[in-house]
């Protein structure tokens, strides 16, 4: 029984290796990929989710455009040093096969709306500006959600965004607060388990040659051209936690976020009058990687 999912995503190099995985490793149905701004702005976001998508032959996949900036707060600055300022580091992709809609949060709601409750999983992997609209535009679809899983947030990590601040958090602390007090099954998956889950240079070069897994390659090693020995796989342990929970450890924490400046704007607050939400606390890494490599035989 492949698992429903709508992917959420600001492509992004570690965003692209997840959707290449989702979409390689067979145990995904992907209804769409919804698009937001994050690590770079939405026109690119939605190209390149558009590309990875002609890459695995998809073109059945629809890419739906959302927000390209935070519920109410200003656009953070685009620093293009992680990404590049196409946001895959100059890897070139297919034109996509079909143009992209607009409405995302629109259109995950008439998703959710004619599916089995339950049924459908949504795996956030950049700022939580679409999933917010959906909330606060669609409140009587939120209990039709099955999960909603999210790559954002820190506990006991340093911060990237700021020192105790991660930058999908950051960019839009607001639609933080709006997704955590849903009501909806929400897990997050901070950076104190994504920094654990790392691809080293022999975990890279022995990627398959199948075409998404040279495809794999040539992201891992744009992830790590600056000369790292490895690269925390943020986003990737979101579909690894979605299909194999067991390689995590869940804690049930109550949580609030700031919502004041940076630079700890959307630091994650544990407050016993916060929202009570899953949090993976620690992964079994090498489980991880294993299973990772799974969706690019
Ligand atoms: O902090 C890591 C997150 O920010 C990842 O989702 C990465 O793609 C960026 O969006
Ligand atoms: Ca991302």
Request: glycine share 12%; hydrophobic share 45%.
């Amino acid at each position: 029984m492949k698992k429903r999912v709508i992917i959420d995503t600001d492509p992004g190099l570690d965003d692209a290796l997840a959707i290449l995985f989702a979409l390689g490793c067979g145990r995904f149905e992907v209804l769409g990929l919804t698009t937001v701004g994050g690590n770079i702005g939405l026109d690119r976001t939605t190209l390149n989710a558009g590309g990875l998508l002609a890459v695995m032959e998809r073109g059945d996949i629809p890419v739906i455009r959302g927000s390209d900036v935070p519920l109410t707060r200003e656009q953070q600055d685009i620093i293009a040093i992680v990404h590049g300022a196409d946001g895959l580091k100059g890897i070139t992709l297919p034109e996509p096969l079909a143009p992209a809609s607009d409405g995302a949060s629109a259109w995950i709601a008439s998703t959710l709306a004619v599916a089995e409750p339950g049924s459908i999983d949504i795996l956030a992997l950049g700022p939580l500006t679409n999933i917010a609209h959906l909330v606060t535009e669609h409140p009587e679809v939120v209990g039709l959600i099955g999960e909603i899983i999210v790559m954002g947030g820190t506990l006991n990590e340093p911060g990237n965004s700021g020192p105790n601040s991660e930058f999908n958090f950051a960019t839009d602390p607001e639609a933080v607060s709006v997704v955590l007090g849903s009501g909806a099954k929400v897990t997050v998956v901070p950076l104190d388990v994504t920094r654990k889950v790392r691809a080293q240079l022999d975990y890279v070069e022995a990627l398959p040659d199948t075409p998404h897994g040279t495809l794999a390659r040539e992201v891992l090693g744009q992830y790590m051209q600056d000369g790292r020995q490895s690269r925390a796989l943020h986003d990737p342990c979101v579909m690894l936690l979605a299909l194999e929970p067991g390689i995590f450890r869940l804690e049930k924490l109550a949580l609030d976020v700031d919502l004041g400046e940076p630079p700890d704007a959307g630091r994650l607050l544990l407050d016993k009058r916060g929202s009570l939400v899953n949090v993976a606390l620690c992964v079994d890494a090498e489980r991880a990687l294993a299973l990772l490599r799974t969706g690019f035989v």
